[in-house]
C-alpha cells in the first residue's frame, strides 16, 4: 500500500482570486500547494484588456505573501466588444494565457458576457490562428432551460456550432459536470480539453438538497445526479490528458452563500490536494493523480511542468480550518464529509 506520494507541483487551471481584502486572504491557500493558476477575470468590472490584466496581475503579485512562489497566469474576459488587436498583443507578450467566455447571465459577476455569437467572431478567429485558448463556462441561460440541463444543450447549442464555424480554436470545457461533458470531450482531438473540480468529484445534487439545504454545496453548474458524479471521478482519474484540475475554488463570504439568494461557488482551495488524493486512492489510481494536477494541464497550454515537487503522506487526519478570516468576513471551506487522510508534507 502506498502511503507517500511525490509528484510534480501542481498547477490550477481555474481559480477565482477575486480582489483587495479577499484576494489577500485567499491567495496564500492557493499558493501553499500551487505553482501557477489560470486567474478567473470574473471581477467587477471585468478584467476585458490586456492593460487591466496587467493591473490585476500586478495587484496579485503584490498581495503574494513574501518568500511564496507563484505565478498568476491571466485571462481576458470576453465582451461583444472585445478588441481582437488587444486579446493578440496580451497573448504575444506572454501576459495571458486564455480568454474566458461566459454567456451573459450564466454564472456570478457575467452581466458584461456574450448574448451574441456572431459579434465576438473575429476575436475568436484570431485566437484560433494564433492558439490562444478559450476556455468556456458552458451553460445556456435560456430561462426555458432546466437548469440541470443546462450544461447538456450548451454543448449542442453553442459549443459545437461555435466550434464548427471556427476552425483551429483551442478550447477548455470549464468545470464540466455531466456524462455529456466527458463524451463530448472524448469525441473530439486534442484541441478540446476540459477542467475537473475537486468538490464534482465529491458531491452529487442530493448533498445540497437532502436534509436541509446546503448553501456551500451550492456552485454553477450546479452538481448532477451521481451517475454524473461517476462519469466525473472516471475522467479525471482515467488518465486522459484532455482532463486536468481546475479547483474553480470561488470565495464568497458566508453571509452572502448563507442567504436567501445565496450565492454561487465552493472554496476548495484550502484542502483540495488532500480530497483529490482520497480520490486517486479510492479509485485505486493514486498513480494518475499526477498527471491530473500537474501534467496534463501543462501540456494543453504549452507550458513546461513545474520542476518542484510536492509529497503527499497518509497518515492521521489533516486538519485544516473550516473557515478562512477576510476583512470582508468569513469563508467557508469546502467540507467534503468525509474525515482527510492525505497531508501535504513538503
Ligand atoms: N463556480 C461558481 O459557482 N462561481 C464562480 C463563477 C463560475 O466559475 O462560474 C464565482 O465566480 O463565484
Ligand atoms: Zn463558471
Ligand atoms: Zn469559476
Redesign the pocket.
Known sequence: MTDILSIARPDDWHL?LRDGAMLRAVLPESARHFARAII?P?LVPPVVTGAQAEQYRDRIMAALPEGTVFEPLMTLYLTEDSDPEDVAQAAASGLIKAVKLYPAGA???SASGVRDFDRVRPVLERMAEIGLPLCV?GEVTDPEVDIFDREAVFIDRVLDPVRRATPGLRVVME?ITTQQGVQYVQAHDADLAATITTHHLIINRNHILVGGIRPHYY??PVAKREEHRQALRTAATGGDARFFLGT?S?P?TDPNKESACG???CFTATNTLSILAQVFEDMGALDRLEGFTSRHGPAFYGLPINSETITLTKGDPVTYPPKIITEEGEVTVFDPGFPLVWSVTA
Do not use: K
Open positions: 477565482h478567473m470574473n454564472t456570478t459577476n463556462h468545470h456552485c454553477l474553480d470561488a464568497h450565492c454561487a461557488g
